[in-house]
C-alpha cells in the first residue's frame, strides 16, 4: 500500500473519530502511518492493529516481535499486540486509550484532546505513549510532509452535500410542523377535558346530532363499547345508553381510550 493509498482510506475514520473525540485528525493519521508502516507491517495485516496497542482487542491478540527503546538503546522484545476487525476498531480504541489513559493514571493523555496536530504530538509523547524518544519529531515530519493539518480544518460544507443539506432542511420543516400539531392536541385535549367535565351534557347532543347527519342507524350497544359506555354513565355524561348510533358509541369510545369520561368523584 502505498503512503497516499494509507492516507485517502484513513482520512474517513480520523474524520469521523475527530467529530466525537476532540482528536486532531492529523495525530491519528500520522500515528497510524508510523505505528503500521503505512498499513503494511504485520501486525496491521494480521490484526488490523494501525497503532501498536497491546493487550487483548475485539479479535483477540497477536504475538509479534517488536523494537522498543530502554535506556536509549532499541531492543527487539516479543509482546500481545490487540487484534481487531477492522480499521474502523482500531481508530475507535485508540482515541478511547487517550481519552480514558490507563489504570493507574486515568489523565495521562488528556493534553492531546483538543489540540492542534502538532501540540497533540508532543504532547503524546512527553506522556510516553511510545519510547523512541524521537517519536513527536517522527510524527510531526509526517504532518508536514503531507499536510494533514488540513483534514483538522474541515469546514461543515465539505462534510455534508447539497442533497444532505436539503435533507436536513426538509426534515426540520417536518419537525417544526410535527410540534405546532402536538401544541394544539394538547391544548385541544385539555379543553376538551375541561368540556366534558362540565357540559357532558352539550357533548351527548353533538354526538346525537352527529348520528342524525351521517344518517347512521340506531344500533345495539357494540361490545367493543361497552367499556366507553359504562364509564360515562359513571361520569353522568349518559342516562340512557341504549338507541344510540354508530358514530356515537365511536366517539364515546374515542374519549374514553384518551381518558376524558371520568367520574364525577375526580372532579
Avoid: C
Amino acid at each position: 500500500m502505498s503512503d497516499s493509498e494509507f492516507i485517502s482510506r484513513m482520512v474517513s475514520f480520523a474524520v469521523a473519530d475527530m467529530q466525537r473525540s476532540h482528536i486532531a485528525a492529523s495525530l491519528t493519521i500520522a500515528q497510524a502511518a508510523l505505528e503500521s508502516g503505512w498499513g503494511n507491517s504485520s501486525l496491521t495485516l494480521k490484526a488490523n492493529n494501525l497503532f501498536g496497542i497491546k493487550g487483548s482487542g475485539p479479535a483477540g491478540s497477536l504475538s509479534i516481535r517488536t523494537t522498543e527503546y530502554r535506556n536509549g538503546q532499541a531492543v527487539q522484545v516479543s509482546a500481545l499486540f490487540r487484534a481487531y476487525n477492522n480499521w474502523g476498531e482500531s481508530v475507535a480504541d485508540h482515541s478511547a486509550l487517550i481519552a480514558q489513559g490507563v489504570s493507574w493514571n486515568r489523565a495521562l493523555y488528556s493534553k492531546v484532546i483538543g489540540v492542534d496536530g502538532k501540540s497533540a504530538a508532543r504532547e503524546i509523547a512527553a506522556a510516553g505513549y511510545a519510547t523512541d524518544p524521537n517519536y513527536a519529531s517522527k510524527l510531526i515530519q509526517i504532518m508536514d510532509a503531507y499536510n494533514l493539518y488540513q483534514y483538522d480544518e474541515l469546514k461543515e460544507d465539505e462534510e455534508m452535500s447539497a442533497e444532505d443539506k436539503q435533507r436536513l432542511a426538509s426534515l426540520e420543516t417536518e419537525l417544526q410542523e410535527m410540534r405546532v400539531l402536538l401544541a394544539g392536541l394538547t391544548v385541544s385535549r385539555d379543553t376538551l377535558k375541561t368540556g366534558v367535565l362540565e357540559q357532558g351534557q352539550v357533548i351527548k347532543g353533538v354526538t346525537e346530532r352527529l348520528a342524525v347527519i351521517e344518517g347512521r342507524a340506531v344500533v345495539s350497544i357494540p361490545a367493543w363499547a361497552e367499556p366507553a359506555v359504562q364509564a360515562a354513565v359513571a361520569a353522568g355524561l349518559l342516562d340512557t345508553p341504549t338507541g344510540g348510533s354508530y358514530d356515537f358509541y365511536r366517539i364515546l369510545t374515542v374519549l374514553n381510550r384518551a381518558g376524558l369520561l371520568v367520574t364525577r368523584k375526580e372532579v
